[in-house]
């Protein structure tokens, strides 16, 4: 049976080019699945050996543990700006979310506005 060694959703190109490039430097076979059109699937990188999917997930803890040490914190506006952007991409997750936090919000504050 196969192991999900790698989950590809929210993560940029370039990472996961890195680590498909890693498993091939590597040796490891691997495959990958998408997401499918409606988004419900599993996106990700799998190997189907055991001892090799050991190795994978070895190798990439390394590679994720060295990036975090690169990474630096983002700012306010950047995280805006990449939230504008996922939101251009993915439109109806972006809508149902924000819908779900008016919804959360305005049940939260409907308590404290009855006295009125």
Same mark, same amino acid.
């Given at each position: &049976?196969?192991? *999900?060694?790698?989950?590809?959703?929210?993560?940029?190109?370039?990472? !996961?080019?890195?680590?498909?490039?890693?498993?091939?430097?590597?040796?490891? /076979?691997?495959?990958?699945? $998408? #997401?499918?059109?409606?988004?419900? $699937? &599993?996106?990700? =990188?799998?190997?189907?050996?055991?001892?090799? /999917? !050991?190795? #994978?997930? #070895?190798?990439?803890?390394?590679? +994720?543990?060295?990036? /975090? +040490?690169? &990474?630096?914190?983002? $700012?306010?506006?950047?995280?805006? *700006?990449?939230? @504008?952007?996922?939101?251009?991409?993915?439109? /109806?997750? #972006?809508?149902?979310?924000?819908?779900?936090?008016? *919804?959360?919000?305005? @049940? $939260?504050? &409907?308590?404290?506005? =009855?006295? =009125?």
């Amino acid at each position: &049976m196969a192991t *999900l060694v790698f989950r590809l959703k929210y993560v940029p190109d370039e990472e !996961a080019n890195d680590i498909r490039q890693l498993l091939t430097d590597h040796e490891i /076979a691997f495959y990958e699945t $998408s #997401a499918g059109r409606w988004q419900v $699937s &599993m996106a990700g =990188l799998w190997v189907k050996d055991k001892e090799q /999917a !050991a190795k #994978a997930l #070895a190798l990439i803890r390394e590679d +994720q543990i060295a990036r /975090a +040490q690169t &990474m630096r914190p983002i $700012s306010v506006g950047q995280w805006v *700006l990449g939230y @504008l952007q996922h939101a251009r991409q993915n439109p /109806a997750e #972006a809508f149902f979310t924000l819908i779900a936090i008016v *919804l959360i919000l305005g @049940l $939260s504050i &409907m308590p404290f506005t =009855l006295w =009125l």
